[in-house]
């Protein structure tokens, strides 16, 4: 079969940045079929791709001129918008650049102001998913700022990640999400390690708890459903639990903590917040009340 020009160009594409997450990125897309030219700071990365089928750019310049789909992958939006001042005008024209380097919401927003007053289509993403999951169905990536570059280029992104939503044309939309979502995770996983040290040195292992610890992950489902009902209501009544017993449960947490010569800043710190709200006469209210305390904690 032969392709016509524009049809070549439809299904080509330009990695930028050869990590673990761009070589995962540029090898599905050659493993589909896509044209796709690399490029990368250390070129033995961008080599290590030639034998999966990678056409390995010799420079910036020529990597971005053989196609009109080029994504980065790079370590930050400081990195990427100085890899981008770097491509000359005649080349920002009529190609669309996707950022998928993790940042604050204000630097995605930055870094699409910087793209607008230079002439630069530029579409942002949150890479939501591990690179062994780029490439499958599971692949998640968020997108935001310009929804035409998204739909133009669906075809060639779903590759990477089938679940491709558009969030909303604020270009800090993305990074938004993949912050706080990242915090859920990070927080669990923080949690989990926090009590696996409590209970490893009483004696169990951390596989002894786990079975315990998943009890508690099949409670949270429920229980996010209810804070964000609450949240959004701006009312915490305390109908099933309140912050006087949860206080209680919060100091056997802190005094175990030091007891078994665990860092008790963790606990300390959900202990403090429920005082906190205690103190300003809410100790009826349910543990949702804490968001007002996070609020006027800057
Ligand atoms: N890995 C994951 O599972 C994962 C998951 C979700 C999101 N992400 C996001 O994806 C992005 C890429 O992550 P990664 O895991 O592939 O690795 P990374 O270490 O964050 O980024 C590596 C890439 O950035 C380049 N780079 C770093 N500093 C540079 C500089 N000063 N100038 C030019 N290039 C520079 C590296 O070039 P060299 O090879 O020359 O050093 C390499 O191409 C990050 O924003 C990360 O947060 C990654």
């Known amino acids: ?12 594409a330009t990695v930028v940045g050869l ?4 070589a995962a990125i540029a090898r599905a897309f050659i493993q589909a079929g896509v044209d796709t030219t690399v490029w990368n700071r250390t070129r033995s990365k961008a080599d290590a791709l030639a034998a999966d089928g990678a056409r390995v750019a010799a420079d910036l310049g020529s990597a971005v001129g053989h196609a009109d789909l080029v994504v ?4 930050d939006h400081q990195t990427t918008r100085r890899f981008l001042e770097t491509v000359p005008a005649d080349l920002r024209q009529g190609r669309t650049f996707v950022v998928l380097a ?6 995605a927003r930055q870094t699409q102001a910087w793209a607008e007053q ?12 591990p690179e062994p999951l780029i490439g499958t169905d599971n ?5 935001c700022g310009d929804e035409k570059l998204l739909d133009r280029w669906r075809p060639v992104l779903e590759i990477a990640a089938p679940r ?5 044309l604020d270009p800090g ?8 979502m990242v915090q859920v995770f990070f927080a669990a996983m923080t949690a989990f390690l926090h009590s696996s040290a409590m209970a490893t040195a009483q004696g169990l292992t951390a596989k002894n708890f786990l079975p315990w610890a998943e009890e508690m992950l099949a409670i949270l489902p429920a229980t996010f459903e209810q804070l964000a009902h609450d949240v959004d209501g701006g009312a915490y009544s305390g109908a099933e639990d309140n912050l006087l017993m949860e206080l209680s449960a919060l100091e056997h947490i802190h005094t175990t903590s030091v007891e078994t010569g665990v860092d008790p800043q963790l606990p300390a710190l959900m202990r403090d917040l429920a005082r906190r709200a205690l103190d300003d006469g809410h100790g009826a209210d349910s543990w949702s009340r804490i968001v007002e305390g996070l609020r006027s904690t800057v």
Not at 118 to 129: K, R
Not at 139 to 143: C, D, R, S, T, V
Not at 173 to 180: E, I, S, W
């Open 164 to 168: 491709s939503p558009f969030l909303g």
């Open 118 to 129: 230079n002439g630069l289509d530029l579409l942002q993403g949150a890479i939501m998913v």
């Open 72 to 75: 980065t992958v790079l370590r």
């Open 173 to 180: 939309l993305a990074a938004l999400h993949d912050t706080a």
């Open 139 to 143: 692949g998640l990536i968020l997108y």
């Open 19 to 22: 990590g673990p997450m761009g």
């Open 1 to 12: 079969m032969t392709f016509s020009s524009n049809e070549r160009r439809a299904r080509s």
């Open 102 to 107: 993790s940042s604050s919401p204000a630097e």
